[in-house]
Every structure is written in structure tokens, then in C-alpha cells.
């Protein structure tokens, strides 16, 4: 059974920094293309980063060079280091797993946290 569990979230000030975390369970996470999305309140869920079997790495142009995404292998744990943040970054973020190939389309990943809440004030 596979389980993704996101933590890390909470509230902060513009310009501050977050650290999200997922911890998989499951899936040989070396072999799976693990992403992050996020959710805000009205909108549709949209990419923000992933990182590939190979370690190919990509992100939404609203957060590049902001947001960096990492993976701990022997550990089966995503993070995603978010730093200036905007109150434009608040949403529910989360993480993602598809095997091999990778996508922005949220559509094309098997599996899914539950979220963890970003909040981000002016």
C-alpha cells in the first residue's frame, strides 16, 4: 500500500521560508518521479516542481529560483525548500508520486498525500 504524507507546512510572513516534506511509503522512491502541487481556495490544483528517477529536476516559472526541490533516497522522503514567499504561494500543497517518466499534468500521477497547509501573509 502506498502512502504519502506531507508535513512542513504552517503560516508565515512574506519573505519567509518554509521547508515541506513527504515522507513515501510503498514505492521504491528511486524509481518514481515524485511532484509537488499546490491548491489555493477557488483555483484548480497546479504544478509547482518535480524531480525525476534521474534527479532531472523542473519547476513552474511562478517559483523558480524561489522554491527548490530535493530528495533523500535512503530515506523515501521528498522536501521542497520554499524561500521569498509570497502570500501568492498560499495553498494546500502536495506531493505526488508517477512511475518513471515525469509530468506537470497532475493528472498522470498515481498517487497522493493528503496535503499540508501553506499560509503566507502580507
Known amino acids: 500500500q502506498v502512502q504519502l504524507v506531507e508535513s512542513g507546512g504552517g503560516s508565515v510572513q512574506a519573505g519567509g521560508s518554509l521547508r515541506l516534506s513527504c515522507a513515501a511509503s510503498g514505492i521504491t522512491h528511486s524509481r518514481y518521479c515524485m511532484g509537488w502541487f499546490r491548491q489555493a481556495p477557488g483555483k484548480e490544483r497546479e504544478f509547482v516542481s518535480y524531480i525525476g528517477a534521474d534527479d532531472s529536476t523542473s519547476y513552474a516559472d511562478s517559483v523558480n529560483g524561489r522554491f527548490a526541490i530535493s530528495r533523500d533516497t535512503a530515506k523515501n522522503t521528498l522536501y521542497l525548500q520554499m524561500n521569498s514567499l509570497e502570500p501568492e504561494d498560499t495553498a494546500m500543497y502536495y506531493c505526488?508520486?508517477?512511475?518513471?517518466?515525469?509530468?506537470?499534468?497532475?493528472?498522470?500521477?498515481?498517487?497522493w498525500g493528503q496535503g499540508t497547509q501553506v499560509t503566507v501573509s502580507s
Open positions: 505526488a508520486a508517477v512511475f518513471d517518466a515525469c509530468y506537470v499534468s497532475d493528472y498522470m500521477y498515481n498517487y
